[in-house]
């Protein structure tokens, strides 16, 4: 059975950094291109950013680019989500997804970026 | 990558069938048979209801199906229940390795 279990949410104040973790089991995790989706209050889903399988590549959306950084670590089956130079409206639930498959999602973790 | 349309909101009775639409292009849901849709009750983690366009997951109930003409993919619920009431959003590859959500559809039921 997958499994995400995302962690490292939090308070964090604007121009802080946050690290993200996303464990994942019940499959062959570098096997597959992973993503982080996030979900401000009140609003739609966003794609944020994903990874190939073995890491090499990695893409993101225009609002993150050059601020937020996908990882992997595939011996300790792990996404991260480094997260720098926050704002208010990266204020969200996060959630690491396989996409395009039948996988089920994470239950999120919540990042308020505040003073 | 802009967003895939969807209506507002949607409704039906108990029983009735309700579809909803998400419109992209031909460079996402027109493009790639990799359409899915989500389920999200409020404050909990959306749940994949539908995959590569027309496939349920284990568990997912036959009443709901996916199906997808051009550039608009449609989820149709039948037979509404009172536990269908939700935000629907569909997501679409969009080539190399990125995907795109739609703009999320509240049903309710009457």
């Known amino acids: 059975e997958v499994q995400l279990l995302e962690s490292g949410g939090g308070l964090v104040q604007p121009g802080g950094s946050l690290r993200l973790s996303c464990a994942a089991s019940?499959?062959?995790?570098?096997?597959?291109?992973m993503n982080w989706v996030r979900q401000a209050p009140g609003k739609g889903l966003e794609w944020v950013s994903a990874?190939?399988?073995?890491?090499?590549?990695?893409y993101y959306a225009d609002s993150v680019e050059g601020r937020l950084t996908i990882s992997r670590d595939n011996s300790k089956n792990t996404l991260y989500l480094q997260m720098n130079s926050l704002r208010g409206e990266d204020t969200a639930v996060y959630y690491c997804a396989i996409l395009g498959t039948s996988s089920p999602w994470g239950q999120g973790t919540l990042v308020t970026v505040s003073s | 990558q802009s967003a895939l349309t969807q209506p507002p909101s949607a409704s039906g009775s108990p029983g009735q069938s309700v579809t909803i639409s998400c419109t992209g292009t031909s460079s996402d849901v027109g493009g790639y048979n990799y359409v899915s849709w989500y389920q999200q009750h409020p404050g909990k983690a959306p749940k994949l209801m539908i995959y590569?366009?027309?496939k349920r997951p284990s568990g997912v109930p036959d009443r709901f199906s996916g199906s997808k003409s051009g550039n608009t993919a449609s989820l149709t619920v039948s037979g509404l229940q009172a536990e269908d009431e939700a935000d629907y959003y569909c997501s679409s590859y969009a080539g190399r390795i990125f995907y795109v959500f739609g703009t999320g559809t509240k049903v309710t039921v009457l």
């Open positions: 590569e366009v027309s």
């Open positions: 990874t190939t399988g073995s890491g090499d590549d990695t």
């Open positions: 019940g499959f062959t995790f570098s096997n597959y291109a």
